[in-house]
């Protein structure tokens, strides 16, 4: 005989609770252990003085990780008789020991491209980190300390952050989560719970508690692009050291000027754009191709691949006037 509802145990308020807990707990484990299997298998160890992680991204072997894992400053200046660094050794998931080739690699975004030759690879899937909106879980796989294939999980904190390079430019638009990180994380994958790869774990904020950083998927699809390309990320440049200012009340004023800081050149290079354009120490950067300039860090995001040779109008202050100069940025080298 079929039991009627009411025949059916009925939950107190606490284990109905309990049981939604648990239930909760399955799916939030569940998409954990989805993500930690779609791209486990594509991240691997990274050996280059230090220890880092890094991540498969085409079967044929391209590996992404960080600027900073490939460089340590253990590593820096130790090149061998024919001029070459020592090896970059890659241990892949399945155990095999692999030298990688250094394709490329760019400090400013703390990207770097490795190629490897193995068999039977696993590339990691790429999503789109435009999509990501604080609260959403991501999970984090690397080497901390040397422990191979570590998943920890957490959310995005916030977006658009920015940190400052080891090259003192500034690193824009980085996800900011607290999936716990710690040494030999870096270059491992951010990933989401679809098992989509949208970061590449960067930095964490020493002494802080689930604070930690990585580069943005599309961030590093345009540098991967770029260091296949060229080898490097090319970039402009004036020549000039500067400083930030800040731009007396009165010359705001006077020049009716949107903003009340610029940059003031300390010093010019000889043969550069800025000797050409004969700007001078003490000159006050306000803008530049019609941009306003409220500080290094913004000359350094004008200064784009796109610049290079292009005739860009400067606005200055000199001796309290404003002028306009013409100048054709060169290319770093």
Same mark, same amino acid.
């Given at each position: ?17 309990? &049981? ?57 200046? &130790? ?255």
């Amino acid at each position: 005989m079929a039991s009627s509802k009411s025949d059916r145990p009925v939950l107190s308020e606490d284990e109905s609770r309990d &049981r939604d807990s648990s239930e909760s707990m399955d799916a939030y484990s569940q998409a954990v252990m989805a993500a930690a299997d779609i791209v486990g298998p594509s991240v691997v160890k990274v050996d280059a003085g230090g220890t880092g992680s890094g991540f498969i991204f085409t079967p044929d072997g391209l590996i992404l990780t960080n600027s900073h894992v490939i460089a340590p400053p253990s590593r820096r200046g &130790r090149f061998g008789a024919a001029g070459h660094a020592p090896p970059i050794g890659v241990t892949l998931p399945d155990g095999r020991d692999l030298v990688a080739d250094l394709v490329g690699d760019d400090p400013h975004t703390d990207l770097a491209v490795l190629r490897v030759s193995a068999r039977d690879l696993i590339a990691a899937p790429f999503g789109d980190s435009s999509t990501l909106r604080p609260g959403q879980l991501v999970i984090a796989i690397g080497n901390p300390f040397g422990f191979q294939h570590t998943v920890t999980a957490g959310i995005v904190s916030a977006l658009g952050r920015s940190l400052r390079a080891r090259t003192v430019r500034l690193m824009e638009n980085l996800i900011q989560t607290d999936a716990a990180l710690n040494p030999g994380n870096s270059g491992g994958p951010l990933v989401t719970g679809r098992g989509q790869v949208v970061g590449v774990n960067t930095a964490v904020i020493l002494g802080g508690q689930g604070i930690a950083f990585a580069v943005p998927i599309n961030t590093a699809r345009y540098v991967v692009s770029a260091l296949l390309r060229d080898g490097r990320v090319r970039r402009s440049h004036l020549g000039v050291a500067g400083q930030d200012t800040v731009i007396p009340r009165l010359l705001v004023r006077l020049h009716q000027l949107s903003h009340d800081r610029g940059v003031t050149i300390t010093a010019v290079s000889e043969g550069t754009a800025a000797a050409e354009a004969q700007l001078r120490p003490g000159d006050l950067i306000v803008e530049f191709a019609g941009e306003p300039v409220r500080g290094v860090d913004d000359l350094h995001r004008l200064l784009t691949e796109e610049r290079i040779g292009e005739l860009v109008q400067l606005k200055i202050v000199r001796r309290g006037e404003l002028r306009r100069v013409l100048v054709t940025p060169c290319e770093v080298s």
